[in-house]
């Protein structure tokens, strides 16, 4: 006698089967919405992320624009999908001698002797002014106050260190140690004086040679810094290309938006409102930043 053999009829399979379907249907019914705002709300916080992040790169830039630097050239892209801001990025900055050393001048100061260096703002802007830096910061590791870097002195209107040059000067030589330490950190050569017209309040900026000015724009659906390699003032957004060798900040860009007032209550601060639109899979976020921008020179 054969054993009996045990399986499932084709019956039973079927009934499984859809048994099954129902349990699926039921999970996808319930459950689903749930799955998708999960990964929603991980877009969000992704774009959100990434939009904050690249705000605030732009903010610190513009904290440490040389005054009055800030070109609003194409303030939003609802027209043509493009827009942009330029500015001159620092990486330094500090006070020199305006005037003599009481204390440790040599008697015969000025005519001989050893003596404190400063600028004589009376004297023409083809002059070669030499002078002593007091103090001096700087962000990052390497010291700034090098040869052919810039010196930006009395830039009072945004032209001065574009186009026009009036307020910036290239150093031609410098020495770390001064002939005595009471002079000061620095004894700085420039190769013309931009404290011609009496400008005397002692304070500069530095701008590093390779970066003379930077873009930040939208194009493409990127948001994207460029160095600009010059202190040209641009009339016009670049387009993006990778060519350029950009900084992407962000992707996914749907728009943006800058407001800059140059002069805020009458006082020489100005302020720029900067507003982007993230989007990805229909899931898009807004993100608003303000960033005051010290405009006395």
């Given amino acids: 006698m054969k054993p009996r053999q045990h399986g499932f009829t084709l019956v039973e399979l079927i009934t499984v089967m859809v048994l099954m379907?129902?349990?699926?249907?039921?999970?996808?019914?319930?459950?689903?919405?749930?799955?998708?705002?999960?990964?929603?709300a991980?877009?969000?916080?992704?774009?959100?992320?990434?939009?904050?992040?690249?705000?605030?790169?732009?903010?610190?830039?513009?904290?440490?624009?040389?005054?009055?630097?800030v070109n609003v050239i194409d303030a939003t892209t609802t027209a043509d999908n493009v827009a942009c801001v330029q500015l001159v990025p620092t990486v330094g900055g500090g006070r020199y001698r305006t005037g003599p050393d009481l204390t440790n001048d040599d008697a015969s100061c000025p005519t001989s002797g050893v003596c404190a260096a400063y600028p004589d703002s009376s004297a023409a802007a083809s002059a070669t002014p030499t002078f002593d830096v007091l103090v001096?910061?700087?962000?990052?590791?390497?010291?700034?106050?090098?040869?052919?870097?810039?010196?930006?002195?009395?830039?009072?209107?945004?032209?001065?260190?574009?186009?026009?040059?009036?307020?910036?000067?290239?150093?031609t030589n410098t020495v770390a140690a001064p002939p005595r330490p009471g002079f000061g950190t620095h004894r700085v050569t420039l190769s013309r004086n931009p404290t011609a017209g009496g400008y005397d309040a002692g304070r500069f900026q530095i701008v590093a040679a390779t970066e003379a000015s930077v873009i930040y724009s939208c194009s493409g659906g990127r948001l994207i810094r460029t160095n600009v390699g010059s202190f040209t003032?641009?009339?016009?957004?670049?387009?993006?290309?990778?060519?350029?060798?950009?900084?992407?900040l962000a992707t996914d860009l749907k728009s943006c938006e800058f407001q800059y007032s140059a002069n805020m209550g009458g006082q020489q601060s100005g302020y720029l409102w900067m507003t982007i639109v993230l989007e990805r899979q229909n899931e898009a976020v807004t993100l608003a930043h303000g960033s005051h921008v010290d405009n006395i020179p």
């Fill in 21 to 40: 379907g129902i349990l699926a249907g039921t999970f996808m019914v319930f459950f689903k919405p749930t799955i998708d705002g999960y990964f929603d």
């Fill in 42 to 69: 991980r877009r969000r916080a992704d774009l959100t992320d990434i939009a904050d992040t690249a705000l605030r790169k732009i903010a610190q830039d513009v904290r440490r624009a040389a005054p009055n630097s």
């Fill in 136 to 171: 001096s910061q700087f962000s990052g590791a390497t010291d700034p106050i090098v040869k052919d870097a810039t010196v930006v002195i009395n830039n009072q209107n945004g032209d001065d260190v574009y186009d026009t040059g009036l307020s910036r000067a290239t150093i």
């Fill in 233 to 248: 003032k641009q009339a016009t957004c670049p387009a993006y290309s990778a060519a350029m060798n950009p900084y992407v």
